[in-house]
């Protein structure tokens, strides 16, 4: 596991930024991963600045998204598939048919995470996977108690997410209760991993997950047995990681 220490969000996001940056240059056809949420709006804004300056160029860059609202349409406010045409994809230059995210009005959601499984394998896998971490350790829906040998599934989400989701919505009861999303298994076999994770109040959770045991009650904490995991935090998210 690396570990980069940022001065803050601004410097935490440019250094994310670079690491996936670099992976474009040297390989332009490359497969991201790609994760929704306030952790990496700011390294898709760093990107998008180089993109805008001529450094960076999409066209052969292919992505897939860790996850999706059930029962939401593509242009739905709070669709993940409209966060990212709005925080990244409207502004760079890449084919919106090489952007992949599950659909969440899928007839038969266990269809659709068997189709998306198969849309990463016909990529030839994920080179390199950018992700955030929740409070409680869940990455993309993976929420803590999941069994680590998951690839895309249907879950229930938590009452604990659907609260902290809320906000988005009207209202609580206008919160989808189901989501899909890749599994712990799909995201262990990225190539290469890049959390971003920033804040005081992130803390904790960073300790527990890289300085405890690997447990699927907290389960980022798998991370720390992926060959090429980078950490990107600020100095207060990592404050308690010796």
């Not at 969000?9 to 690491?19: F, G, L, P, Q, V």
């Not at 038969?108 to 955030?132: H, K, M, P, T």
């Not at 929740?134 to 895309?152: C, K, M, V, Y």
Request: with cysteine; glycine share 8%; charged share 20%.
């Amino acid at each position: 596991m690396q570990v980069y220490v940022a001065e803050n969000y601004t410097d935490m996001s440019r250094k994310a930024a670079n690491i996936l940056s670099a992976q474009v240059i040297l390989k332009p056809d490359t497969v991201m991963g790609l994760a929704t949420g306030s952790s990496p709006v700011g390294t898709y804004q760093q990107l998008i600045e180089w993109y805008k300056k001529g450094d960076l160029d999409f066209a052969q860059v292919r992505t897939v998204n860790l996850d999706e609202y059930a029962g939401l349409a593509p242009d739905h406010s709070q669709s993940y598939r409209r966060f990212m045409q709005e925080n990244f994809f409207d502004h760079i230059n890449i084919p919106r048919e090489n952007t992949h995210v599950p659909n969440g009005l899928a007839p038969d959601l266990e269809a659709e995470c068997r189709r998306y499984n198969q849309v990463i394998q016909s990529l030839g896998g994920i080179d390199i996977q950018l992700l955030g971490m929740g409070h409680n350790g869940h990455i993309g829906f993976n929420e803590p108690g999941q069994a680590f040998e998951l690839e895309t599934h249907v879950v229930d989400l938590t009452d604990n997410t659907i609260e902290a989701n809320a906000r988005f919505f009207a209202s609580r009861d206008e919160v989808p209760r189901h989501a899909i999303t890749m599994g712990i298994k799909s995201i262990m076999q990225a190539q290469r991993i890049v959390m971003v994770v920033s804040g005081a109040d992130k803390a904790d959770i960073v300790r527990a997950a890289f300085a405890g045991p690997v447990v699927p009650q907290v389960p980022a904490s798998i991370l720390q047995m992926h060959p090429n995991f980078i950490l990107v935090g600020d100095k207060d998210a990592l404050s308690k990681l010796r």
